[in-house]
């Protein structure tokens, strides 16, 4: 297989198989966010880490040298957004549940 020993095919697969259960743990638990109910304590602290995450990948793809070495890029950019969505969906369900909750009985 193209020169390669078997010994090398399994060295470079083994990074690969060891962020893939990172990626469906990440998938699952933006799920989770967007079907249960967050308090705002919690949804403060993902939105710092929202913007921490997408000024580390900032940095990050300013200061590679080669577009190679950021490989997981497009993933990462995947899971960022759909944890951006999560996140708004629960923002937004926080804000109808309050509003829902501020306003006084209407008289029947």
Known sequence: MYG????AV??????????VPAIRHAIVVVIVMMIVPLPATI????????ITAGLGILITTMFVPRALDFAAFPSMLLITTLFRLAINISVTR????????????KPD
Do not use: G, H
């Open 94 to 105: 926080l804000i109808l549940y309050l509003i829902n909750i501020s306003e006084p009985p």
């Open 4 to 7: 390669l020993q078997p010994v």
């Open 10 to 19: 399994v060295v470079v697969m083994m990074p690969v198989m060891m962020v």
């Open 43 to 50: 949804l403060d602290i993902l939105i710092t880490l929202n």
